[in-house]
């Protein structure tokens, strides 16, 4: 008997279990695909709101803007304007995403109408460590974000957090999280203002 034929012969039940359970997570992706989807659009709208919150509607302007997000890496999101009810634009919000110490890390980031501060971020998407990384969920850490200048930010380890400027206090016990939120800052902001300047949205693109 070969030992092809002896392998099949040993392990057939064992290649069948494997290609039915195969079977059954691919159909259950691919059901729960659509509410998984529904759900992070709900929880899209609601944070979007929490940033802005004088906005009555959200409006896509560049649809799967490219952005180069360093080491030759690229992605790809969608940027919305939130208007007023009168039409006007109060900003802009797109979703930047990352490494994180756990595992990727999704934030909503808004900018004001002129690309020149940015209004804040939430947190889409994150399995940081509880009570460490998790922590980038808190105020007192997205707080510093809130009408900082729309340019590159730099994480350090200690100053003033009531200080409104590009500097990031650092999570104590959470450098690796917090440098990951910087970085998902730094990587999309400069990228999404180009385009929003070439569509003639902003005045400054840098």
């Known amino acids: 008997m070969s030992k092809i034929k002896y392998f099949f012969q040993q392990s057939w039940l064992l290649i069948a279990t494997s290609f039915v359970f195969g079977l059954l997570l691919a159909a259950t992706d ?26 009555a509607e959200f409006r896509i302007v560049i649809s799967q803007a490219r952005i180069t997000t360093g080491k030759g890496q690229t992605a790809a999101t969608d940027v919305y304007a939130g208007v007023d009810a009168q039409g006007r634009t109060l900003g802009y919000v797109f ?31 994150s399995n940081e460590t509880p009570n460490f990384g998790s922590r980038i969920t808190e105020d007192e850490f997205r707080g510093q974000f809130a009408n900082a200048p729309a340019e ?3 994480l350090v380890k200690t100053g003033d957090a009531e200080e409104t400027d590009s500097r990031i206090i650092a999570i104590s016990g959470a450098t690796v999280s917090s440098q990951a939120v910087v970085n998902i800052f730094n990587a999309y902001t400069r990228g999404i203002k180009e385009q929003l300047h070439s569509e003639g ?3 400054n693109g840098r």
Do not use: C, H, W
């Open 201 to 203: 949205l902003i005045s």
């Open 30 to 55: 691919a059901a729960l695909a659509p509410k998984i989807e529904f759900n992070e659009r709900q929880k899209l709208t609601t944070l979007m709101s929490s940033l802005l919150a004088e906005a």
């Open 152 to 154: 590159t930010l730099e």
């Open 95 to 125: 979703i930047g995403s990352g490494a994180g110490f756990q595992d990727k890390i999704k934030l909503v980031i808004a900018l004001d109408a002129g690309g020149e501060k940015f209004l804040g971020y939430r947190v889409l998407a």
